[in-house]
Every structure is written in C-alpha cells, then in structure tokens.
C-alpha cells in the first residue's frame, strides 16, 4: 500500500436497507469519505436482520451506497438467540431475563461478533487498514471496534450517536459499573471520539477530563444530494404538519403532545 492510500473500516451495526437516524449517518459517512481521499470497507450485519429483527427496511437507501464502497455483510444469530422462555412467574421471569442480557454484554450486537471479527480479519489480510471507525449505539460496537484497532494496530475512531453511561437511563447494570469499564477502555484506547452535540462533548469533556484533547464534534448534518432536496420547499397554507424525527423508546411517548394537541384543538 503506498503512502498516500487511506483505508477506512467502518463498523456499523446500522446500514441500509436498515432505515433511521443511526442508518443515515453511518451511510454518509461510507458516502462522502471517498471524496476525501478514503477508501471505505463497511463491516455491518446481512441485510436479513433488518427486516426480521426491527421490522424496518427502505431498499431505496441501497442506491446511495457509492460504488466504490465495500460492503462486508456477515451472519448475525441475534435471530435465533432469543430471551429465555416464560415460565409465568412474574419476578422470576424478569430476573431470568436479566441474567440473559447480562450475559450478553452491552447488547444483543455482540452476538454478530463472532461472525464479523473473523470476516475483518481475514479482510484485513488483503487489504491493510489505516483506520478502524465504529459507531454506536449498539455500543457493542464500540468493543468490536476496540478489538480490531488493537489486533490490526491502526488507531479507533469512536463515534457516539448517543452517550453511554452519562446519561440517566437504561437503568440498572447497562449503565452500572461494568458499562462503565467498558466506556472508559474504549475511550482511553480510541485516538479520537466522535460526539453528534455539543452537550454530548462538554458532558465526556468533564466525565474524562484527561481525554478532552481526542473529543472532537461532528453534528448530524442534512444531505443536500438528495432526491428531494433538488426542489425547494413550497409551504402550504391549507396544512399544518408537524414531524418528530426521533425514536421513541421504552421511556418516552406521544401520548401527552397528542393529549395536549386535542385539548388545543377542542378549545381553538
């Protein structure tokens, strides 16, 4: 490889057809890094898992992949390692549930390291990698990227999407200290971490003050490229749309903004 030649793999548990935030940023990332001089090699699950595991696909995101980007898709058996099996005792149930995902790790993701660590490896033979990038959440992610950098000894990049253990939920063991242990090796071996807001740099800023040099920010952008951008926005007068782009998780609902909107509604 000559001197000049830049090679970029990217750990993404998210990329199309899987749809969403976390899709969108790790395929423009593998979209606009060969125009800097980057070759991209993607190490991501196969394609199945979207459909069958979160029930959320677009096809059209396929498109947008650069040809010259490779994509390493490998088996994941997230499928097929499902919770333990109910016995009908509440609080026994939910301890057996516990001890499964403990003994996980972080999160389901590192059930497709098995299968992807050995891909990228034996990629690796073929091609020499200058840099490791892993994205998360899944912050198994994060470990799999860990584990390569150190065996290929090429620097990591760390990007958080979201934090890890500063923030005040999941509760329990996935923000305890073992999670913790995991956040503070995977930022003490990283070159850099990648943050999406500010908030996000100052709070790992004052959680690792020793580490804030390696904290850089790279907010979620919009791409201008696409399809839709092409034509401006033509406001309406007869409508009124309003569009929430996030998820929703366990901890959060629409129900009170719906509430709140039918009151507006019934007194306007």
Sequence with gaps: MSTDEKRLLLVARSFPPHSGGATQRSLKFAKFLPRHGWQVTVL?????????????????????????????????????????RRVGVPGL??????????????????????????????????????????????????????RLARTLRVPLVADFRDPWCRRGWPPGWRAGPRARRWERTVLRTAAAAVFVTPAMVEL?????PELASRFHLIENGVDLEEPERAEPARPSRDR???????????????ESFLRALALARERS
């Design 240 to 254: 009124f749309e309003l569009v929430y782009t996030g998820l929703f998780y366990s901890v959060s609902s629409p």
């Design 44 to 84: 991501t699950p196969q394609a199945e898992l979207c459909r069958e595991a979160f029930g959320i696909e677009d096809r059209t995101l396929l498109a947008e992949i650069p040809p010259e980007v490779e994509v390493l898709r490998t088996f994941s058996d997230e499928l097929e390692r499902s919770p333990p």
């Design 93 to 146: 149930d939910a301890l057996r549930r516990e001890i499964w995902r403990f003994r996980l790790g972080p999160d389901r993701g590192t059930l497709w390291h098995k299968s992807a660590l050995p891909a990228a490896l034996a990629r690796a033979k073929e091609t020499s990698f200058t840099a490791v990038f892993a994205t998360a959440p899944s912050n198994s992610n994060l470990l799999l990227g860990r």
């Design 204 to 208: 790992y800023a004052r959680a690792y």
